[in-house]
């Protein structure tokens, strides 16, 4: 099971971006999915999360700005739209989901990150 985000890059402060993440592999299903960031130095944060049942989740810090989705049909592809970017957005950002896999029990899947840098 792999995961690849995409969409990460350099933007000013009040635009917007989209960061995409698809799980691919032996999937048999994907459960939560959502999406973390680091910025070096400091503690990674939760960004947002999406149940597959479309139940989200947002931090405090990105509540009204950040909007995630799920919708492909097969529930295996996570969206963020990113309004209103702040500078305290930057950060890595990385999306993980929760994949079950025939024979195997639930197991958490990462990302390798893409940066989002919001500039002054």
């Known amino acids: 099971v792999q995961l690849q985000a995409s969409g990460g890059g350099l933007v000013q402060a009040g635009n917007s971006l989209t960061l995409s993440c698809a799980a691919s592999?032996?999937?048999?299903?994907?459960?939560?999915m959502g999406w973390y960031r680091q910025d070096p130095g400091k503690e990674p944060e939760l960004v947002a999360t999406?149940?597959?049942?479309?139940?989200?989740?947002y931090s405090d810090s990105v509540e009204g700005r950040f909007t995630i989705s799920r919708h492909d049909a097969d529930n295996t592809t996570v969206t963020l739209h990113m309004n209103s970017l702040k500078l305290e957005d930057t950060a890595k950002y990385y999306c993980?989901?929760?994949?079950?896999?025939?024979?195997?029990?639930?197991?958490?899947?990462w990302g390798k990150g893409t940066q989002v840098t919001v500039s002054s």
């Open positions: 999406i149940t597959s049942d479309g139940t989200t989740y």
């Open positions: 592999g032996s999937i048999f299903r994907v459960n939560d």
């Open positions: 993980a989901a929760e994949v079950l896999v025939l024979g195997v029990s639930p197991k958490i899947y």
